[in-house]
């Protein structure tokens, strides 16, 4: 297992997170604001005391505060939490007053206040969008070739060469859909579809629980159909690949390695990581042809399950086929993504309501800062990924119907949208004490929460 990163590089890489996460999202509010010539009083990242700060042109106060766990715009004629309208008799001018935020249009507030959730959305797709233009994502056929041991697929009776064709009503295009329709699951009874022999199967599997860890020491519970989802198809080849140069093709079937069957992707690594610096004998199926190739396996290093350098035979072939979207077809997939994220949050939450998961999955700012510190130490990839999945976090959060939140806000909009006008100043004020007291409830018990699970603690 690898040592987390000390407390340095923690406490940078959680601010390198969050400090841009919270620009982003503040300068949605403002920008959008500016548009409808709104101006606004000051821009904080973070809350409390100013560490440091200056004024505008425009009269804006743009400041670094000392709780740097969020942060505000605050427009003119916010009064209060509420952004309740100033008094008749607040000095402004005529023009002055028509730069405040609550003499706006309702539909011009709204867009305001959603602005700032929006723009991290935008940001996590552009991320997901940006690594699919680069590296491509992997597509292989959603093929059972395996079955781990015990397998509840197998027992529910699912055989070797069926097509998953859906998972619950989900449909099924890749094997790499395979693990978000299933691990939010663990023990759960799911409709499985298959296709076999030219029928359409429906099959009921209750999935395994398997805790799975990352080499940092991190638990998690999810679900297992227990299948092998890779079939031993040559998808392509990475570096300097032996079984390239020794004439292997995209889209061979491997067959067998020095005689020993293989049946799925999966069985290459277990037979080949072994033997580094010799030469293996690979047979392969090329359309009707079966080829028996010689390919010197050469040695790598990698990190084991311990997080220690191991070496390793490889012969540089990768399962599934790689597609490389164009920018349009890239933003599409950052799309999908993002929302496949999403589902998987609402899902979670509503799992921790239901009590089918344990309110101790619940994170706060503590366990933001581990997981920043760990995904900085594994390179800059993991760390710009887990700061999309921060971002979205964060849209999702303020968008909740909060009163205090975003989307607070926005639910006191529809109302006054229904109702064609605002609420009372004091029942929105009450409504704003009563969700910051929720929030700062949540704030303080899931805070209890990381620190109880970090080994300091006995956790």
């Keep these: 297992m690898s040592a987390s990163p000390g407390l340095l590089t923690t406490i940078f890489a959680f601010l390198l997170v969050l400090g841009p996460l919270v620009l982003i999202h503040e300068l949605g509010h403002y920008l959008v604001g500016r548009l409808f010539s709104v101006k606004a009083d000051a821009f904080s990242i973070g809350f409390g005391k100013e560490l440091v700060g200056w004024t505008d042109r425009r009269g804006t106060r743009w400041k670094l505060s000392l709780l740097p766990l969020g ?33 706006k249009p309702l539909w011009q507030r709204a867009l305001i206040v959603l602005a700032g959730p929006m723009t991290n959305l935008i940001l996590c797709i552009g991320i997901f969008a940006a690594f699919f233009a680069v590296y491509g994502r992997v597509v292989a ?157 050469t040695e790598a290093s990698i990190p084991n399950a311990a997080g220690q350098l191991e070496k390793v035979g490889q012969i540089g072939v990768r399962a599934g086929r790689l597609e490389k979207p164009g920018p349009i077809g890239a933003i599409g997939l950052g799309v999908d993504q993002s929302l496949k994220v999403v589902d998987g949050m609402v899902t979670g939450i509503g799992q921790i309501f239901t009590g089918e998961r344990s309110v101790r999955e619940l994170g706060g700012p503590v366990k933001i800062a581990q997981y920043s510190g760990q995904q900085f130490s594994l390179g800059w990839e993991a760390f710009v990924t887990f700061a999309a999945l921060i971002s979205i976090n964060l849209a999702f959060i303020n968008l909740l119907p909060i009163p205090g939140l975003d989307g607070g806000h926005l639910a006191f909009y529809a109302a006054e949208f229904v109702r064609r006008r605002p609420l009372g100043v004091r029942s929105q004020e009450w409504a704003v004490r009563t969700g910051v007291a929720l929030v700062l409830a949540l704030m303080i018990f899931v805070t209890l929460n990381d620190l109880v699970s970090l080994r300091l603690f006995g956790g």
């Design 141 to 297: 056929d959603p093929e059972i070739s395996g079955f781990s041991a015990d397998s509840p697929a197998q027992r529910a009776g699912l055989r070797l060469g069926d097509k998953i064709a859906a998972i619950d009503g989900e449909k099924v295009e890749s094997a790499t859909d395979i693990g978000p329709r299933t691990a939010y699951f663990p023990g759960k009874t799911l409709s499985v579809v298959v296709e076999r022999a030219g029928r359409t199967l429906v099959v009921p599997v209750t999935l395994a629980t398997r805790e799975l860890s990352d080499q940092f020491g991190n638990k998690a519970e999810v679900g297992d159909l227990g299948v092998e989802m890779l079939p031993p198809v040559v998808g392509g080849f990475y570096g300097d690949s032996p079984a390239e140069n020794a004439g292997m093709q995209i889209g061979d079937r491997i067959v067998a390695v020095n005689g020993v069957a293989v049946a799925g992707f999966g069985d290459i690594p277990r037979l080949i990581r072994p033997n580094a610096g010799r030469t293996a004998q690979i047979t392969v199926l090329r359309g009707t042809k079966r080829l028996t190739l010689a390919v010197q396996i």
């Design 71 to 103: 942060g505000y715009v605050q427009f003119a004629g916010d009064m209060n939490p509420a952004s309740a309208p100033s008094a008749a008799d607040d000095g402004l001018t005529p023009a002055e007053r028509a730069r405040t935020f609550h003499v």
